[in-house]
């Protein structure tokens, strides 16, 4: 399986994800799923500058992530699954069962949100629905970097 | 609204601060940089905070990565402000300090000069 990682990042394709996991992982593509980025060009060729050569950058809503899903697991060359969002991942996994494991990158501050890590503000409901998650046998941690600790949802979801 | 030129730095964690306090102390021009960090925000607040830096506009917007928050929020912003406001990425001192002295250039114009003058200081010295 080549899918390294999957995981939620409100800064979808930046450093950390480019710079931190990209270089232990030796990641070869990213897939970016985004309704929203999907059906914009410019945003689109916004994101692939910030990706270097070696990486390839694809975008796919996620009705096509849902249908590329076993493309990217095939695909010889490890790859990063990347949403923006708690609903996305949501939606992600109803369409991709096996989808077994996701990490929880930076989900920053915004009004209604509560810090449960230093890189994750969750609201009520976004909690609810990785709790969800995990009730469906998905397994959810936080790990901003390859090089910290993941945490377990259950450490951060009290 | 004034013609003279903002530049607004956008970066990871204090680096904008820093490049512009230095700025700031090297030319003694003070008031024509303003810091903006990505910092503890998503994307939203960021594109806020760009866009309350930029003010009235025109204005340079410089980036730390040619990739990444900053600049998508970065560009973000100038393109949902409509008026005139250019991005550079790569931003380093010389530029700014370049740039604190042409600021009566159109902000495309001003922002070519900066890619310029970044440019030139990036270089090996000889051994």
């Keep these: 399986m080549s899918i390294a990682v999957v995981r939620v990042d409100d800064r979808l394709i930046h450093g950390q994800v480019v710079v931190g996991w990209g270089q232990p992982l030796g990641l070869g593509f990213i897939a970016l799923v985004d309704d929203k980025v999907r059906a914009s060009d410019w945003e689109q060729d916004l994101y692939r500058m910030g990706v270097p050569p070696g990486i390839e950058a694809l975008f796919a809503s996620v ?11 095939r695909d010889p060359r490890a790859g990063l699954v990347l949403a923006g969002d708690i609903d996305t991942i949501v939606a992600l996994v109803a369409r ?63 | 609204m004034s013609d003279t030129l903002r530049g607004v730095v956008v ?53 730390d990565l040619p990739g990444g928050s900053c600049l998508t929020g970065a560009v973000r912003t100038a393109r949902g402000q409509g008026r005139g406001v250019s991005v550079v990425t790569g931003v380093n001192l010389a530029m700014l300090l370049d740039f604190v ?27």
Excluded at chain 1, 116 to 125: G, I, K, M, W
Excluded at chain 2, 16 to 34: D, K, P, R
């Design chain 1, 63 to 73: 009705d096509e992530a849902a249908r590329r899903y076993d493309d990217w697991e």
């Design chain 1, 96 to 158: 991709v069962p096996r989808l077994r494991r996701i990490t929880l990158g930076g989900i920053h501050h915004r009004p209604g949100r509560l810090e449960r890590l230093r890189y994750v503000y969750l609201t009520d409901e976004e909690l609810a629905k990785l709790r969800g998650l995990a009730a469906q046998g998905v397994e959810v941690a936080a790990q901003d970097v390859p090089t910290a600790r993941a945490v377990p949802l259950a450490e951060f979801a009290k």
């Design chain 2, 11 to 63: 970066s990871h964690a204090g680096l904008a601060q820093a490049l512009v306090g230095a700025a700031e102390s090297i030319s003694g021009v003070s008031g024509a940089l303003v810091a903006v960090t990505n910092e503890g925000c998503d994307g939203g607040a960021l594109q806020a905070r760009i866009g309350q830096a930029i003010g009235d506009g025109p204005a340079v917007v410089f980036v």
């Design chain 2, 101 to 127: 002295f042409h600021r009566e250039l159109a902000p495309a114009e001003a922002a070519q000069r900066a890619v310029d003058a970044g440019g030139r200081a990036i270089r090996i010295p000889p051994a």
